[in-house]
């Protein structure tokens, strides 16, 4: 033991810590490497984003497959477009113009109570026969309108003849008569000037007012009986 110390120390060198550049591959105890999970993991990104870049080209090349698709589909006739444009158009136009006559009736009816100060009654009960609501000619010029009008209440007719059908002889008496059709919100007329004196109508129903049911009734009879 004395031998080997007092040699070291004549020779004069120093044994010094060595540094490796690199880790130190593990083995399985042959001469077979071992890979350390650092290197596994270097080895499957790579692999990781191959396929992410395969992925990608697929979906790419999907979708111009559909782009190319799409392209080649023939467009709908021109025959075929116009009917679409047509019908859209209708639509829109019967939607507008339900809309219109919706908004119109709402503007053309009248409350309980507005009703009740027109026919001055303080209740509806006061109110039993067609002449408490369709006083004097009024009845037979509105029988007549309702007579002379469309499915949309619609007419046009000239003076002479409708107050020859409501049975009405002078024209102050036909002015009178519309004039309390339209306070009840039955009647709405635009004159149309000429030499004939005609006017358009829009004649609402009866049914319009807040009346009791049997007042429906009867007017119903007595269009009846016309007939």
């Known amino acids: 033991m004395t031998t080997k110390k007092e040699s070291s120390k004549k020779s004069g060198f120093a044994l010094a810590p060595i540094t490796l550049s690199?880790?130190?591959k593990i083995t399985d105890g042959f001469t077979n490497l071992v890979e350390t999970?650092?290197?596994?993991?270097?080895?499957?990104?790579?692999?990781?984003?191959?396929?992410?870049?395969?992925?990608?080209?697929?979906?790419?090349?999907?979708?111009?497959?559909?782009?190319?698709?799409?392209?080649?589909?023939?467009?709908p006739p021109a025959d075929a477009r116009s009917d679409n444009a047509q019908i859209e158009r209708l639509t829109q136009a019967n939607d507008n113009q339900s809309a219109k006559s919706e908004k119109?009736?709402?503007?053309?009816s009248l409350s309980e109570n507005e009703l009740l100060?027109?026919?001055?009654?303080?209740?509806?009960d006061e109110i039993y026969e067609l002449s408490d609501v369709l006083r004097a000619s009024s009845l037979k010029l509105y029988a007549a309108l309702i007579r002379l009008a469309d499915s949309r209440g619609r007419t046009r007719v000239k003076n002479h003849e409708l107050m020859s059908k409501a049975g009405i002889k002078g024209i102050a008496t036909l002015y009178k008569?519309?004039?309390?059709?339209?306070?009840?919100?039955?009647?709405?007329?635009?004159?149309?000037?000429g030499p004939h004196d005609g006017s358009s109508y829009v004649v609402h129903k009866l049914e319009s007012l807040p009346l009791p049911v049997e007042i429906y009734d009867k007017f119903n009879d007595y269009l009846s009986d016309l007939k």
């Open 104 to 108: 119109r009736t709402d503007n053309f």
């Open 117 to 124: 100060l027109i026919l001055d009654a303080e209740s509806l």
């Open 177 to 193: 008569q519309e004039r309390w059709l339209m306070d009840l919100k039955l009647l709405e007329k635009k004159a149309k000037p």
């Open 22 to 24: 690199e880790p130190v």
């Open 37 to 75: 999970p650092t290197e596994k993991e270097e080895i499957i990104k790579p692999q990781v984003e191959q396929g992410s870049d395969t992925d990608s080209i697929f979906k790419t090349k999907k979708t111009i497959a559909k782009m190319e698709i799409s392209a080649n589909q023939p467009a």
